[in-house]
């Protein structure tokens, strides 16, 4: 018997095969074509991966996928945030997409936006969990408490920046004037 390797099918030098065998695959019958490693489908067009490719990622040559967006990784099977995750966030495939999963105290995108559960008032911005950053004239950690440069007089209560409310008979910016009552 001739030396070298057992073939298990019979090969036809003369077969033809449309349309032809694509990625180095060789036609052994009339339409029937032996694949290449790494390729299968009738005429050996389709690209075979293994492990198969992850997150949507499509096989573009044996062992190299094309990952969509998010994903990365040989096989796409990491994956990637673009522009990364701040503040402690994690990037993790929600829903088959890449997101930033916050902490309790972020939100956005990237968790880029802190949350103040007491809301900031008057104007006031979020920049840090639970911290309000108050305009000119409001102070407290909801910027809620109004500034009187100079203190309201009499028991007058300062209402808004520089704006005193008077108790009667008492008025005046800074309630120090008494009305006179006839």
């Not at 060789?26 to 992850?54: D, L, M, S, W």
């Not at 939100?107 to 309000?132: D, E, F, L, M, Y």
Request: contains cysteine; positive net charge; proline residues 8%.
């Amino acid at each position: 018997a001739p030396r070298g390797v057992a073939v298990g099918f019979v090969f036809d030098p003369n077969a033809k095969c449309e349309p032809a065998c694509k990625h180095a695959g060789v036609c052994i019958r009339n339409n029937t074509c032996f694949c290449a490693k790494g390729y299968e489908g009738e005429t050996c067009q389709h690209a075979n991966c293994f492990p198969k490719c992850k997150n949507g990622g499509a096989c573009l040559r044996p062992g190299k996928c094309r990952c969509p967006p998010g994903f990365g990784g040989r096989y796409c099977h990491k994956v990637t945030c673009d522009g990364g995750c701040w503040n402690g966030g994690e990037c993790l495939a929600v829903n088959g997409a890449a997101r930033c999963v916050c902490p309790s105290s972020w939100t956005g995108s990237k968790c880029q936006h802190a949350i103040c559960p007491q809301g900031c008032r008057n104007g006031g911005v979020c920049v840090a969990p639970g911290i309000c950053s108050c305009p000119d004239g409001w102070l407290g950690g909801a910027c809620h408490t109004a500034v009187c440069s100079r203190a309201c007089m009499n028991g007058g209560k300062c209402i808004s920046p520089n704006k005193c409310r008077c108790r009667p008979p008492f008025s005046g910016p800074r309630c120090g004037d008494r009305k006179r009552i006839h």
